[in-house]
C-alpha cells in the first residue's frame, strides 16, 4: 500500500510538472516558441495556425501592411520556401499580462544586390485567446528595398 501512495506521488508530481501553464504568460510563452519554431523550421502552415482569422500584419522594413494575414498566406509559403530566407530567434520578451510577445534575432534574405543580406530584427507579437491577432515587423528594409 505505501508503494501504491508513493507511486501515486510520482505520477501526480510528474503530471504537474509537464501540466501546461495556462496563464496569460505562460499562454504568450508558448505561442511566442511556436513561432519561433515555426520559422525556425520555415513552416508556412505552423507559423499560419498561430494567427487569428483576422489577425492583421504590418511589415515596417518593407513599407507593407497593415493587412490581414490570410491574405499573405501564399506570400508566407513563397518566403519561407526561399533558400536564402531565415530568421534566426533570440530570446524573447513576453508582458506582464501576456498580451505582448517580443522576439529579435536576424532576418536573412536575398538583397536588392543579389546577395544574401542580414540585419537585425524585432517583431511584436499581439496575443488573445491563444492566437496572434497582430503582428508588426522591425527591420531595416534598405537592403531589400529596390532603389528608385
Same mark, same amino acid.
Given at each position: ?56 500584419y504590418v511589415d515596417y522594413g518593407m513599407h507593407v501592411g497593415?493587412? %490581414?494575414? /490570410? ?5 508566407? !509559403?513563397?518566403? &519561407? @520556401?526561399?533558400?536564402?530566407?531565415? $530568421? %534566426?530567434? /533570440? ?5 506582464? !499580462?501576456?498580451? &505582448? @510577445?517580443?522576439?529579435?534575432?536576424? $532576418? ?12 537585425? @530584427? ?27
Amino acid at each position: 500500500m505505501k508503494k501504491l501512495i508513493i507511486l501515486f506521488i510520482i505520477a501526480a508530481l510528474i503530471l504537474a510538472a509537464c501540466a501546461q501553464d495556462k496563464s496569460p504568460v505562460g499562454v504568450a510563452t508558448s505561442v511566442a516558441q511556436k513561432y519561433a519554431a515555426a520559422c525556425k523550421a520555415k513552416s508556412a502552415e505552423r507559423y499560419l495556425a498561430l494567427f487569428s482569422d483576422d489577425a492583421s500584419y504590418v511589415d515596417y522594413g518593407m513599407h507593407v501592411g497593415p493587412m %490581414k494575414m /490570410k491574405i499573405l498566406a501564399n506570400e508566407v !509559403d513563397s518566403a &519561407f @520556401a526561399d533558400k536564402n530566407f531565415a $530568421f %534566426k530567434i /533570440k530570446p524573447s520578451f513576453v508582458s506582464e !499580462d501576456g498580451r &505582448f @510577445a517580443t522576439l529579435q534575432g536576424d $532576418f536573412s534574405n536575398m538583397g536588392h544586390d543579389g546577395t544574401v543580406q542580414t540585419v537585425p @530584427a524585432l517583431v511584436v507579437l499581439e496575443i488573445k485567446d491563444g492566437k496572434i491577432i497582430s503582428e508588426a515587423d522591425y527591420y531595416d528594409g534598405e537592403p531589400y528595398l529596390i532603389a528608385r
